[in-house]
């Protein structure tokens, strides 16, 4: 659904097909200006004291907040999210740059006394985080401004500079923030944007200058970048993709089910990392859920998110909604059954999908991501069988499971091979505090207000010989 002419990216609304705006493409020489600057700036703010970033970050906050109704207008028309996701979007960025400037306020550093070693009773050692340098953030199109914010609040915290690569299907929102950082106060240069695709991403990771990236996307996206990257063993942070399960055992809540499963796979319409993308069922409650999910998942209302109501939106673009459909036609053939939807509709708009019978030699029930409204379940006897159909995937992002034995839901969760485990609820829950990031083809590293600080500085360790009077305390 967008348009690309050499020079020129025309960015549509998804719902209706007709463009928003028009954005030039980032040049090579282009490129290359903004990396030096990038670099340039950074050497001064790593010097900017630290309650000075905080100052300057948390007006940023507030100047988001000013902004919420404009930008999750704006996100809403070209990403084709419902305008309530995109609103909590931006409360979320928000509350992403008050926290890791609150977090990198209330920071301490190490002294250590070194006469735990003999020899060095003497000694002092200062472990101080310094920055990386220059950090690209390369953005996915199903929450560029949530994903914005946790790389670039923790980043600059730190001391690094940002160049962001948002995705071409929806950069619009993103550039506004970008463009407010600089309204809001912050130095010029500190985060600048480029706009490409994969020719400027790739341009990005191969340059020498940048010292780290940070990728949300795809597997076979973040496969080709950590390629890319080790020639000059630039650190990596991978958010991939996922295909994540629901566990749910036969004495569980099924109308909370219900909710939270209808919940976790129609947010983002459906494109989410860590949806509920496979329902795991003991076969004792199998008939009687599925009945349940395919009523009220069927019956959702799929249309433009500018109308009121409407809780599904269309897919990203033509090649999503072709794929998802191609997906869902596949499985059928392969002996799964559609209990609700299983068609496209006109535009990229994919009706919410049940598929019973699904088995775990299919594809979707291993390693094929279904980014679209699709729930497929599958019959497991006992809970052993269900952990060894969930941990059938070479993904292992997120996963929930519901019983209402709190114990027995504990036994299941520490065998599945998962970054996140969510005990009756969906999986598709990232509390901002939380490490979040994936096991095997889901990624590596952690992001969230807990972790990131960390990932995106390096420890300096500098010794001071022989200061100590060989010894602690007082004499
Ligand atoms: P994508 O891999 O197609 O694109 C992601 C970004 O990479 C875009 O900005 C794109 O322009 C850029 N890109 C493409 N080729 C590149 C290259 N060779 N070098 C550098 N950059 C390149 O992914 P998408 O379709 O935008 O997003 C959907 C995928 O992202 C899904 O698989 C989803 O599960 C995953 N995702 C993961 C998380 C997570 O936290 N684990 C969160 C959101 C999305």
């Known amino acids: 659904m967008t348009v690309i002419d050499e020079t020129i990216l025309t960015v549509l609304n998804k719902a209706t097909g007709f463009p928003i705006d028009q954005l030039a493409f980032t040049a090579p020489v282009d490129l290359d200006r903004v990396l030096r600057t990038a670099a340039d700036v ?90 990386l340098g220059v950090v690209v953030a390369i953005l996915p199109f199903n929450f560029p401004i949530e994903l914005f914010a946790h790389k670039v609040a923790p980043a600059i915290a730190m001391g690094n500079t940002v160049v962001v690569k948002p995705p071409l299907e929806d950069p619009l929102a993103v550039v506004q923030l970008v463009s407010l950082m600089t309204a809001s106060g912050m130095p010029e240069g500190l985060v600048q944007v480029v706009v490409g695709g994969a020719d400027v991403g790739a341009a990005l990771v191969d340059s020498d200058v940048p010292a780290a990236i940070s990728f949300t996307g795809s597997t076979e996206t973040g496969k080709t970048v950590a390629r890319t990257a080790a020639r000059t063993l630039k650190l990596l942070t991978l958010e991939l993709g996922g295909n994540d ?86 499985t059928l053939q392969a002996g799964a059954r559609v209990l609700a939807g299983g068609h496209r509709a006109d535009g990229n708009f994919f009706e919410p999908t049940v598929l019973a019978g699904v088995t775990p030699d299919m594809p979707v029930a291993r390693d094929e991501e279904v980014f679209g409204p699709v729930m497929s379940i599958l019959e497991a006897r006992d809970d052993e069988t269900a952990v060894e159909i969930a941990n059938n995937s070479s993904y292992g992002l997120s996963g929930a499971i519901f019983s209402a034995d709190v114990g027995r839901a504990m036994r299941v969760a520490t065998h599945l091979q998962t970054g996140q485990v969510v005990i009756n609820g969906t999986g598709l829950y990232r509390p901002d505090v939380a490490g979040f990031g994936g096991y095997g083809l889901s990624g590596q590293r952690r992001e969230g207000l807990s972790e990131s600080l960390t990932e995106y500085s390096q420890n300096k360790n500098i010794v001071l010989r022989r200061v100590l009077d060989s010894g602690r305390g007082a004499r």
């Open 42 to 131: 950074q050497r001064d703010w790593a010097r900017v004291s630290r309650h000075e970033r905080y100052r300057l970050m948390t007006r940023y906050a507030a100047a988001v907040a000013e902004h919420t109704d404009e930008f999750a207008a704006l996100l809403s028309i070209e990403s084709g999210k419902p305008l309530a996701q995109c609103q909590g979007e931006l409360g979320i960025c928000e509350r992403l740059f008050r926290g890791f400037a609150e977090r990198m306020l209330a920071a301490s550093e190490r002294a250590d006394f070194l006469d735990n070693q003999a020899g060095l009773e003497g000694d002092l050692l200062l472990t101080h985080r310094e920055p």
């Open 245 to 330: 399960a629901m566990i749910v055992l036969p004495d569980a809540d099924l109308d909370l089910v219900v909710e939270q499963a209808v919940l976790g796979r129609s947010i983002a319409n459906g494109q989410c990392c860590c949806a509920n993308k496979r329902i795991v069922v003991h076969e004792s409650i199998t008939e009687d859920l599925s009945t349940r999910l395919a009523d009220r998942f069927g019956s959702l209302r799929v249309g433009d998110p500018a109308l009121d109501g409407v809780e599904v939106g269309p897919l990203i673009h033509d090649r999503a909604a072709s794929k998802v459909a191609s997906q869902v036609e596949e």
